[in-house]
DNA sequence: TTTGGCCGATTGTTCAACAATCTGACGATT
DNA sequence: AATCGTCAGATTGTTGAACAATCGGCCAAA
């Protein structure tokens, strides 16, 4: 039997793909879990870039198999959150100068089109919901939740295109983000000025004026870029 | 000892991450062979859509352990090539007519942008080569060949942002597409229609016209879509 | 026709083992 | 003293087998 005569009834049926999707009444695997519980321990910064994660080590702490682990690993390989060396283990990944220029680009490109799609009256709430999460924050100087609101802001703006696709990209690029901010994270200030920012952008979206909105943002993000890059040796 | 104590050496050292990209001295791994062979097949449709992959079947076909199987799909199921359904297994994706817009709302989103880049003078280059292999392909009325080098156009007008990400995203948009363009290429004139678009958006280009070229493409992806849409049930 | 339960098949997960490879240290040579 | 091999230890890569959990379909019963 060779690989490809595998073929199942179900190629003419209801397509397998779609509906996974929609109906989810299902356990996450154990590999999926793991995934999680790393991929949170890299968003509260316990496992910092360049740190080495050996499989029976996890394994043991988890309490999972080492293939398990494995499996996770090859998840978050995916999502560019860890690196693989071969024979030599994986790492949390590491984001240089040049990479900081270029998740901005994607950024830039994600984010921007996804401004100038305008959006569904409650999408754009959605974006105003975040924009107010964040002056809550900023007036309980809660700088952690200043930040997740910051990000709350801009997974609003992609989600304005409405594609599940733009979506998952983007929140990926900020999983990646967040992997080495950190450090910028220190500056108590540092998400402060973002708010009058995302306020102004946030109201040309509402007056429907998309391609202020666009431009704004796109200003938004070339200060952004700037800023990282001079917080991060370069 | 706990998850996050495996604190390595090479945190204050050499980024491992950012190293590894560039020197690649190493041997592919098994599972990466695996979920090569996969694709190929993948994309020479093969495998058509909502087959059903089972994973002792392949392992057996390809001389591979069932857990190295298991580890190429999800390499795989990363790029959304396969849909793992618990317990029932991986099926080749399917794209239903919400993924056709989804999808063409990324590459809107991509290219566009990368196009506005302008791009530096031999990058333009290659998008006029691919211009130029693609009408050699139709005077020789290889269709086969004039899908590739559309697919080389629209590659190269995503290289022209000099994005290691957005090139990735772009691939794997590809990748995702070629899956259920085999019921599409059947026409015989399909791709026909796309060589004067390709070539008026290159000479723009070259004329430095950025802003005119990334309206001609965005008109372009529209045109595409529908006739897409159109070819699929909808 | 519908319901209910059983059976075979496949996946999910674990475990143990071995080969391949890397790291670091030790010692020999120049 | 510095460089170079060699070696042992540790970790990854891969395999094979095993078992539980789950699914799909078949058949019988109501």
């Not at 007036?139 to 939740?145: I, L, Y």
């Not at 929140?171 to 910028?184: C, D, G, I, P, T």
């Not at 509402?206 to 001079?230: N, P, V």
Request: charged letters at 25%; one cysteine or more; glycine letters at 10%.
């Amino acid at each position: 039997m060779t690989t490809s005569d595998a073929v199942a009834g179900t190629a003419s049926g209801a397509a397998p793909g779609a509906a996974a999707a929609r109906l989810r009444v299902t356990v996450p695997s154990v590999a999926d879990r793991v995934a999680a519980e790393l991929r949170l321990q890299l968003a509260e910064g316990l496992l910092l870039p360049g740190t080495r994660l050996t499989e029976s080590a996890i394994a043991e702490d988890l309490g999972v198999s080492r293939n398990t682990v494995r499996e996770a690993f090859a998840e978050l390989a995916g999502e560019r959150l860890v690196v693989r060396l071969p024979n030599r283990g994986v790492f949390v990944a590491s984001l240089g100068p040049g990479d900081i220029h270029d998740v901005y680009t994607v950024r830039r490109a994600i984010e921007v089109s996804a401004i100038r799609a305008g959006g569904s009256p409650e999408r754009v709430a959605a974006v105003r919901a975040a924009v107010e999460e964040g002056k809550a924050a900023a007036a309980a100087d809660d700088e952690e939740g200043l930040g997740t609101a910051n990000q709350h802001f801009h997974g609003a703006i992609v989600a304005l295109a409405g594609s599940r696709r733009l979506g998952t990209i983007m929140s990926q690029v900020l999983a990646e983000m967040r992997l080495f901010f950190h450090k910028a994270t220190l500056d108590a200030h540092f998400y402060r000025g973002y708010l009058d920012d995302n306020e102004t952008i946030c109201a040309a979206l509402e007056a429907g004026e998309t391609e202020r909105a666009a431009g704004l943002l796109l200003a938004y993000l070339d200060r952004s870029e700037a800023k990282q890059s001079a917080v991060h040796g370069d």
